[in-house]
């Protein structure tokens, strides 16, 4: 079972930016909405240990590594977007931190994806740990 590591390296008003990381390696970098206490669909995710599975997400139309038991909350996704806009309370992947339209953004969305899907393997199960380490 892989062990993923969402490390967040920078939190503001507008987004949360942190770095994934599949069994010690980075891989990509993540957009999440800015803490709003938890609330579904506008806000990041607590920190804490999750499982995540491989689920069929209708709206997407394909298979996504889904964060289970967020308190409070169901279907929280990692996909791919650019800005909050695209996140509804999901985490976006992106090769690097950029700016897209003035907003904080994930930018080579695509490519960070797939490299996550692939450093997954054919798994279906795992567990990712959240951290805040921004000061």
Not at 10 to 20: H, I
Not at 32 to 53: K, Q, T, V
């Amino acid at each position: 079972m892989k062990i993923v590591e969402l490390k967040r390296v920078e939190s503001s008003d507008e987004a949360t930016l942190g770095v994934l990381l599949v069994d010690g390696r980075a891989v990509c970098w993540t957009l999440e909405e800015p803490w709003r206490d938890n609330l579904p669909d506008i806000s990041c995710i607590p920190a804490g240990n999750y499982p995540l599975m491989l689920e069929f997400s209708p709206s997407r139309k394909r298979r996504l590594w889904t964060v289970k038991d967020v308190p409070g909350r169901s279907y929280v996704r990692i996909h791919t977007g650019n800005t909050v806009l695209d996140t509804e309370g999901c985490l976006l992947t992106g090769t690097r931190p950029g700016r897209l339209n003035g907003a904080r953004a994930v930018l080579g969305s695509h490519d960070a994806f797939g490299a996550f899907v692939e450093a997954m393997g054919g798994g279906d199960r795992a567990a990712i740990t959240v951290t805040d380490v921004m000061q």
